[in-house]
């Protein structure tokens, strides 16, 4: 039995920022990896998805260009083969820098399957066996379950990888289909029904809520609603699957409408995006005295160290419930909170409410803190404030031309106003007198995910309008009607009325 200070299990965003973060303090840390070390997100999601969209990005400029702009360009072809070898490269490069900072911060990378085998040991058996038997080793300081996360399935859906396929194995699936279902209106289905719409395919994406990305701001699901139709994008919500037959070149799907109305849908291709589910299959958490919850998390009982009910044992990334998001970004947060927990220091806890959530489609979406009912629901009606400011209520945003929306929740103060805008559709008017702490911020349209940023640091650090008012933001940009928002809400307003 070998011993260190702290066993990382779990290689993905979580695990290695821990990894990373601990070796850096000085610890010896072991990191169990039974795939590849970036995880899902490194290889089958955020990167290589990023990357297809990106393209698809391109392939839209080309009809803009031609439709708006007078460019008199055409499309050939997608050389499948050819985009795909660019995105391959994006992500080997990415898993290679990720694998050298491990090597070059002294983190020892054991390739196998892990298991617990008691509160402070585990048991790693090699991927294959010509590489040995199993090696037990024993953590000084503690160990990281980051095991993370897979697409979740639907009864009597068997992916195969061709014409039915998750969001884990859909970017890998033959050529471009003619046609696609998109089970799931949240994030990662709705970018994957906007990659496929720009690449040429009829698609139809079915979301059993009553909207799309239903944990975001009632208006950004109605903008970005309004957008994806616009593309040609087939909407259906408060739909559900019926049932779905493959045959030899694709499926027929029914869908059952909100009105109780059967539709059939042939289509080359059925992709499910209706969540995630934990991964603990082999990790023997019994052994150390753990038990998963009702819907498979590893739920810690210290939060703000993100320990579980066992001493020493912390958990961070997909297997985290709510208030987690299942980020990788926040899997990073948490990755360094551990890490530096198990360094004997005591980092600030993770804000949830102050991590960013993106949506990479087109048009995108980007929020940070509360939604506009949330907001409503915790402090109360009479509470809170709301301005709402179109992109195209500025030059940028005229000179893109895809709509969007910037729309921002604060705290009343006690003269700030009887009433205000509470929707995007809804003409804004000036606040008398500046509104308090800001609350969320929500953004719908082109590039905002590069825009959250600033609203991440005023949502964190508890802003109001007037002192981001103060800050002068560049024009012509997108990000001025963002400056537009906040000097309505500080009682100076310009442009808006």
Excluded at 74 to 98: C, E, F, M, Q, Y
Excluded at 396 to 406: D, E, L, S, T
Aim: proline share 7%; charged share 20%.
């Amino acid at each position: 039995m070998d011993e260190t200070d702290v066993i990382v299990i779990g290689g993905g965003t979580g695990g290695y920022s821990t990894a990373l973060r601990a070796a850096a303090l000085g610890l010896e840390v072991v990191l169990a990896e039974r795939d590849l070390i970036g995880g899902t997100c490194l290889h089958r999601g955020c990167i290589p998805s990023k990357a297809m969209l990106h393209a698809a990005e391109l392939v839209d400029g080309i009809a803009e260009a031609r439709e708006r702009w007078g460019v008199k360009a055409s499309l050939d072809a997608v050389d499948w083969p050819a985009l795909t070898a660019t995105r391959d490269d994006i992500v080997d490069r990415n898993h290679r820098g990720v694998a050298g900072a491990l090597s070059r911060a002294g983190v020892r990378v054991v390739p196998g399957s892990a298991a617990l085998t008691g509160p402070r040991s585990v048991r790693v058996t090699p991927a294959a066996a010509a590489q040995g038997a199993p090696v037990e080793w024993t953590a000084r300081r503690g160990i990281v379950v980051a095991t993370g996360s897979r697409p979740r399935t639907l009864p009597g859906l068997t992916p195969d990888g061709r014409h039915i396929v998750t969001s884990d194995d859909a970017l890998f699936a033959p050529g471009l289909p003619v046609s696609v279902l998109v089970l799931g209106g949240g994030a990662i289905g709705v970018e994957y029904a906007s990659l496929h719409r720009s690449m040429g395919a009829r698609v139809t994406l079915v979301e059993a809520a009553d909207r799309l990305l239903p944990l975001e701001d009632a208006d950004v699901s109605r903008q970005l609603t309004r957008g994806l139709k616009r593309r040609g994008i087939e909407v259906l919500t408060g739909a559900r699957l019926e049932a779905a037959v493959p045959y030899e070149n694709g499926v027929r799907a029914t869908v059952l409408t909100p009105r109780g109305t059967a539709q059939t849908l042939d289509v080359e291709r059925l992709l499910m995006a209706v969540g995630r589910t934990p991964v603990t299959d082999g990790l023997d958490l019994a052994a150390a005295g753990l038990t998963t919850d009702e819907r498979g998390f590893l739920a810690p009982a210290d939060w703000s160290r993100l320990q579980t009910s066992v001493p020493g044992i912390h958990v961070v990334g997909d297997l985290l419930p709510p208030p987690s998001l299942g980020l990788a970004h926040a899997s990073f947060a948490e990755g360094l909170l551990v890490a530096e927990t198990l360094a004997g220091r005591t980092p600030r806890p993770v804000d949830y409410d102050a991590v960013p959530r993106v949506t990479y489609s087109s048009p995108q979406t980007a929020s940070v803190g509360l939604s506009e009912a949330a907001a409503r629901s915790r402090a109360g009606d009479d509470a809170v404030v709301v301005n709402t400011m179109p992109l195209t209520a500025v030059a940028k945003g005229m000179v893109h031309g895809q709509g969007g929306m910037v729309k921002v929740v604060a705290e009343r103060t006690a003269a700030s106003g009887a009433a205000e805008p509470s929707s995007a559709t809804a003409a804004p008017g000036p606040t008398p007198t500046p509104a308090g702490r800001v609350l969320g911020v929500h953004l719908v349209g082109p590039h905002v995910s590069e825009m959250i940023a600033e609203s991440q640091l005023i949502v964190g650090w508890d802003a109001e309008p007037a002192d981001v008012a103060q800050h002068i933001h560049p024009h012509p940009t997108l990000s001025e009607a963002v400056g537009e928002t906040y000097l309505t809400l500080a009682g100076r307003g310009l442009h808006q009325h």
